[in-house]
């Protein structure tokens, strides 16, 4: 017994495409993002193809369907260069191996070789872990609060007051003194 199927004629050549698999409905990106290095070379990439999708999108002598497809190359050749971006992932494809831990789900495998091309590159230095940066805040916080108080003891008793009318007087006294509302000598 033979099944015969009912074959479907789609009115629209977009439609036609996708059913013969020139094109997707989506395209993904994989953006490596783990070296510092990677922003900028990302960037040049995305800029050079958002460019070139611009350039396609407003082409009249292509149809719709070659747009699409046009898009779906770039994006593809985006893919190529992502993939290729240096330093470039440790670990062989599918190699992740995940555990749940303190932070949730973490990636585990692969940071050994991490660490170690970022000494190369980066050098033997850290450059600010958590805790030194949130110390560093601190001690910043500290001294400018440190410094506030200082000034605040240190000022003149007519500054010392709320009311508006001592403010404005202070600043038009400084207005003064500075030359903006001195009389000149002609």
Known sequence: MTLLYKQIKYKHDITRAMYNV?????????????????????????????????????????????????????????????????????????AEEFRYGHNGLESIHGLEDLDAIITKTEGEEDHASDGDQQARWFAQDRKRRKELARRKHNQPSETKSNSEEQTYDKYFKSMHKKGKYAKSSI
């Open 22 to 94: 020139r094109l997707r409905f989506q395209r993904r990106l994989k953006v490596p993002m783990f070296h510092p290095l990677h922003i900028n070379q990302v960037a040049d990439i995305f800029i050079t193809a958002g460019e070139e999708l611009k350039r396609i999108s407003s082409l009249n002598s292509l149809r719709r369907v070659d747009k699409l497809i046009h898009a779906h190359y770039q994006i593809g050749s985006m893919n190529y260069l992502l993939g290729n971006i240096q330093p470039e992932d440790p670990r062989d494809r599918g």
